[in-house]
């Protein structure tokens, strides 16, 4: 003890002659060195002739600093290991502070890439730099060689690392995002692996932690939910199901878990571990995400039928089904107070929901593909937004506007969380990577790579200092909020993770996956508490209840479940949703639990009854995720149909400002058959669409539609030419106050003539006709396109009139595969 003391006195005095010196003298003389090309750097500073080009008092110095550095053990031994922690913390707690220290530390560094006698004091030096969290971004590190160091945690952002070399270095969490990497030499580098929970055999689809922080909750592929011990990693228990697990959530109070799994959302009493309740889905449809209510009293389900379904969690009964969505809803939140659901959906948008009335408040719209996750700020003022268009974006919620756009992610963004204080925004994604945002700037903080697949989920526990991952690569990650650094690794599922959660007391994890289970894992410990099983199908979304008694999952079987915390048992299961489950979310009070779902329709469920109480309607496409306003009164929704909207949770009504949704696929045309020895065609459309909503016409929509003609040679039937004809449509739909069902499109070609080729007389060409047409819903939507396609023209003009073009119309139904072919001849 008395020799690492004194070791530690010695240090500091050697450090502390750099208060003598100048600040400006260390980068003049690493320039120097380098224009200089020295490589004896102790030399050239004691010849007088150089000591007059920066003054002798400083140089003396800087001399004095290296002579007695040079033969310390600082300059010997790895002061990363552990026998020198405590050396370490006494020497940083003496000269965080101090800038001119911090600078002589910065150039000993630097000077790793001129004088190979100082660089194990450089690479301890910049040791302590990452320890003290000095600010290294956007620096030049060119050349400098870091050997047998720990650089955990190191942020080298947009830093120029070119021609550097490391070796038998720790980079575990390094952030080397926008770095400059030219020419580096790295060998043997190390990343520490800490906790890893194994179990899972499929993709983890979702991780969520408990309200008391000391369990997590993972589903999976392999239909299974594990519950882990936190601090152990041990697996508290596993949960089998029939389907894929897509989402798992744990009740306020801890004691109630809820995953989905298939068509049907299961609940278990997380104390018995039995399950309490099993919700049926009416529709048949996968559930994809669950969420309790903030007060614990609703449990909300996402489903691949576009809806919603918000159940009582006391009675199972169904409270009520939001419709609206156009694709599959993806994730639901509730907002703090319970009185708004938000659900995003593929159809890209996100919808705010009133949970009283089951109305649709309000939607955003901005994303320029499917919306995957949303989540408000701890004080309701913002809502965030990730989808498929690599962004994330946070929007103002007095004006609706949108606030920031947040760029940096290169695939998908899957899941977005703020943290406890508001402060920061979690986001995973596609790119294998999770991304910390400063709300305030919109600028990354962070960026924490770790997993090897696709990251799914993303949450903080309540006290934001740790925060949760699920991935598809089956694991489940935690992590420092703080230091950034990876704290334990989670294995279990057996399938990739969707969702993850962290209860209210935050002890607790709970995760949902693609192998339909979901499990609850203590913090602290790390091990699995209890897994449970129920879900057909793959669960995608959990949300525990406010007060933590009760976890409400979504899955792709179509329903919601609410779990019982304690014994894990089911308490109910929500059925209404037609299709998969995307999101669930509960009311902050607990009482209303909202769902989203591939139905395109958001639901609300009383949590007491398990009865639906409203169903929201209005997106075109499936939602994707769900989150309630923090005073409840909101539901912000996002969409496949790319867009975001609010709904009043007590009318369930949408919001009245002005939003637009862009509709994506329609319709497909198959190859048919050759009639009179005339034309085989196959057409595809696409539509491509703004859909406007405003206060005094509730009803009007316009929908701008895009559509291009493209027509390739197939083969020859009887000397006529057979082609394929690829369509894109440009047209209006508008619907009035006056005449509801009155909608008239209008379909505007590109036309173009492109000459292909000349075969048995005729002139092969590519040609786009105008179109015009109407459409009038009765039971079915029939749309009537007239398409000109011609065979007729001939390289000499005698021949063009013999040849007649051949016109033929479609008959299609929009909401069918028949069609109906007609071949004139004109």
């Not at 006698?117 to 030096?125: H, L, M, R, T």
């Not at 043997?188 to 899972?200: A, C, D, P, S, V």
């Not at 049907?264 to 099993?278: A, D, E, M, P, R």
């Not at 889905?281 to 909300?300: E, I, K, M, W």
Request: net charge positive; charged share 20%.
């Amino acid at each position: 003890m008395n020799c690492k003391k004194v070791q530690d006195e010695d240090l500091y005095e050697i450090l502390a002659i750099s208060k003598a010196i100048d600040e400006v003298v260390f980068p003049l003389l690493i320039k120097l060195f380098k224009i200089e090309k020295i490589q004896d750097t102790f030399y050239f500073l004691t010849q007088d002739q150089n000591q007059r080009q920066v003054g002798k008092n400083n140089i003396n110095r800087v001399t004095e600093v290296l002579q007695a550095i040079r033969v310390h053990e600082f300059n010997i031994q790895n002061f990363s290991l552990d026998e020198y922690e405590e050396i370490k913390q006494d020497m940083i707690t003496k000269i965080s502070q101090d800038k001119k220290i911090i600078e002589l530390l910065k150039f000993l560094v630097h000077l790793t890439a001129i004088d190979k006698k100082f660089i194990q004091c450089g690479s301890n030096s910049l040791h302590f730099l990452v320890q003290m969290k000095v600010d290294l971004k956007e620096q030049c590190f060119e050349n400098i060689r870091i050997q047998n160091t720990s650089l955990v945690g190191a942020n080298f952002v947009r830093c120029d690392l070119s021609g550097s070399e490391f070796e038998n270095v720790i980079i575990s969490g390094m952030n080397l995002n926008q770095a400059q990497l030219f020419y580096c030499k790295w060998n043997n580098l190390r990343i520490n692996e800490l906790k890893k929970l194994n179990g899972h055999s499929g993709s983890v689809n979702k991780v969520c932690f408990s309200p008391d922080c000391k369990t997590l909750a993972s589903c999976s592929n392999d239909n299974s939910i594990r519950l882990w011990n936190v601090k152990t990693g041990n697996a508290k228990s596993v949960l089998k199901g029939k389907k894929e697990v897509k989402s798992v959530g744990f009740s306020p109070n801890g004691t109630t878990m809820a995953y989905c799994c298939g068509d049907f959302v299961y609940v278990w009493n997380l104390k018995t571990g039995k399950q309490i309740s099993k919700i049926f889905n009416s529709h048949q449809r996968v559930v994809s995400t669950v969420c309790f209510s903030p007060d614990g009293t609703l449990l909300a389900f996402g489903s691949w039928d576009y809806s919603i379904r918000l159940l009582d969690i006391m009675t199972g009964q169904q409270k009520a089904k939001l419709d609206g969505h156009s694709s599959n809803v993806n994730s639901i939140c509730f907002s703090p107070d319970g009185t708004i659901i938000s659900s995003g959906s593929y159809d890209s948008s996100i919808r705010f929901w009133d949970v009283n009335t089951g109305k649709q408040i309000a939607q955003f719209q901005g994303h320029t593909h499917y919306i995957n996750s949303v989540c408000f700020s701890p004080d309701g003022s913002t809502l965030s937004s990730g989808g498929w268009d690599l962004s994330i974006r946070l929007w103002d919620m007095k004006t609706g506007q949108l606030k920031v756009k947040l760029d940096g992610h290169t695939k998908w963004v899957s899941s977005v969380c703020f943290s406890p204080d508001g402060t920061t925004l979690a986001s995973s994604s596609g790119d294998k990577s999770i991304r910390l945002w400063d709300v305030k700037t919109g600028k990354q903080k962070d960026k924490l790579d770790a997993h090897s697949s696709d990251v799914m989920s993303v949450c903080f526990t309540p006290d934001g200092t740790t925060l949760a991952s699920g991935s598809w690569d089956k694991s489940i990650g935690l992590w420092d909020v703080k230091t950034q650094q990876y704290q334990q690794k989670f294995d279990c599922h057996s399938d990739g993770i969707l969702q993850v959660c962290f209860s209210p007391e935050g002890t607790t994890l709970a995760s949902a996956s693609n192998d339909r289970s979901i499990r609850f894992w203590n913090i602290k410990t790390g091990s699995q508490i209890v897994k449970i099983d129920g879900h057909s199908n793959g669960i995608s979304s959990i949300c525990y209840s406010p007060d933590g008694s009760m976890l409400a999952s979504g899955s792709q079987d179509y329903t919601i479940r609410l779990w019982d915390i304690k014994t894990g048992k089911q308490i109910a299961k929500l059925d209404g949703h037609s299709n998969g489950i995307l999101s669930v979310c509960f009311s902050p009070d607990g009482t209303i639990i909202a769902s989203a779902s591939h139905d395109r329709s958001i639901r609300f469920w009383d949590i007491k009854t398990g009865q639906q109480k409203a169903k929201l309607e209005g997106h075109i496409n499936g939602i994707l995720s769900v989150c309630f306003s923090p005073d409840g009164n909101t539901l912000a929704s996002g969409s496949q149909d790319y867009s975001i909207r609010l709904w009043n949770v007590q009318t369930g009504q949408q919001k009245p400002n002005q939003m637009a949704i862009f509709i994506m696929f329609i319709q497909s045309v198959f190859l048919l058959m050759a009639i009179h020895q005339h034309l085989v065609v196959k057409t595809i459309l696409f539509a491509y669409g703004i859909l406007i909503q405003d206060n005094k016409r509730s009803n009007q929509m316009v929908i701008l539609m895009e559509f291009y003609q493209f027509v390739f040679l197939l083969m020859v039937l009887h000397q006529h030419l057979v082609v394929w004809i690829t369509l894109f449509v440009y047209g209006m739909l508008r619907q009035g106050n006056k005449k509801p069902n009155q909608m008239v499109i209008q379909i505007v070609l590109i036309q173009f003539v492109i000459p292909m080729m000349v075969l048995l007389w005729h002139l092969v060409v590519k040609i786009s006709r105008s179109v015009y047409g109407m459409l009038r819903p009765t039971h079915k939507f029939q749309l009537q396109i007239m398409v000109v396609v011609v065979f007729y023209y001939n390289f000499n003009p005698k021949f063009l009139k013999k040849e007649p073009p051949l016109v033929l119309i479609f008959n299609s139904f929009l909401n069918s595969q028949y069609f109906n072919l007609k071949v004139l001849q004109s």
